[in-house]
Nanobody
């Protein structure tokens, strides 16, 4: 059974930076496509960024240029570094794993974490 656990969320001022982490246990992390989603209050969940097993990345337009997704397969860890944060980035951030070989974006994600809150506010 694969377990994903997010950490690193918190309160940050507008313009600040924050990293969120997702640590996986069980399964074969290095073969999964990994993604970050977020759900803001009153809004639907949206894909933020994704990284394939080979390191190809994707960013949604609203975070492009302000965020970096990375993976450390030696530590089974997914990272999302976010810079120049805006109040609109306030959300619960979730990591998700897709086990389809060679994928980047998936129509179905097999495993989800419980989420970590990121709040951008003065």
């Amino acid at each position: 059974q694969v377990r994903l656990v997010e950490s690193g969320g918190g309160l940050v001022q507008p313009g600040g930076s924050l990293s969120v982490f997702c640590t996986a246990s069980g399964g074969t992390f290095n073969t999964y496509s990994m993604s970050w989603f977020r759900r803001a209050p009153g809004k639907e969940r949206e894909l933020v960024a994704a990284i394939s097993s080979g390191g190809t990345t994707y960013y949604t337009d609203s975070v492009k240029g302000r965020s970096t997704i990375a993976r450390d397969n030696s530590k089974n860890t997914l990272i999302l570094q976010m810079d120049n944060l805006e109040p609109e980035d306030t959300a619960v951030y979730y990591c998700a794993a897709c086990t389809v070989a060679g994928s980047l974006l998936c129509s179905h994600y097999d495993y989800w974490g419980q989420g970590t809150q990121v709040t951008v506010s003065t």
